[in-house]
């Protein structure tokens, strides 16, 4: 064999091997999210209760056929997404009451990678209670009960009108939390003929 044919043989091979690409895929993209700042309005009407919401959410009485008195939804246009909020008065049925909180919450279980318990407590105030971070694809991913354990008890849950995914919603997820906590940690309690 000719040292050009020779030449030629390693040439296209050399060629042919260095044309091959590994492909690595690439992540999936998601759209950027714009969030809002962080600016709160007080929530304080006849309701047995007040607190600070965002500027950006809207309170509407829940207008579902199984609301009961004093329930409101938090929505979140922007995010289309809402926290449901029922309120309840206690009457000797505190337990019923936590462990309906506790079933709704852990419900998610099937779905969820964790559900962390955040424990809050403002003894000035007279509200304690519990904020659930639900982690993975669950279709809610924050939950919360407040109350003052002898007469109030409020209870929400964020949903958003989406498919869940933990990866997509991550970013509006932490955003709202903060809200819920906020919401949380200026909730008072008002007496009188409710």
């Given amino acids: 064999m000719s040292k ?40 304080d009407t006849t309701y047995p209760y007040k607190f600070d919401y965002p500027t950006y959410a809207r309170v509407k009485t829940d207008s579902s056929t199984n609301a009961e008195d004093y329930w409101i939804n938090l929505e979140f246009p922007q995010f289309d997404g809402k926290v449901h909020m029922s309120y309840k008065t206690i009457n000797n049925n505190l337990f019923e009451l936590l462990e309906d909180n506790r079933s709704l919450a852990y419900k998610h279980t099937i779905k969820a990678d964790a559900i962390n318990e955040k424990l809050f407590f403002d003894e000035t105030k007279n509200v304690f209670g519990i904020l659930y971070n639900i982690e993975g694809d669950a279709a809610s991913a924050v939950q919360f009960f407040a109350t003052d ?3 109030h008890f409020l209870r929400g849950s964020l949903y958003f009108n989406a498919i869940p995914n933990k990866d997509s919603l991550a970013p509006v997820v932490s955003f709202v939390r903060e809200d819920i906590m906020r919401l949380m940690e200026t909730l008072e309690w008002k007496e009188g003929n409710h």
């Fill in 4 to 43: 050009t044919i020779l030449v030629s043989i390693c040439l296209m091979a050399f060629l042919s091997t260095g044309c091959q690409r590994n492909y690595t895929p690439k992540p999936r993209g998601y759209f950027r999210i714009s969030l809002p700042d962080k600016e709160y309005q007080s929530f």
């Fill in 149 to 151: 354990s002898t007469r």
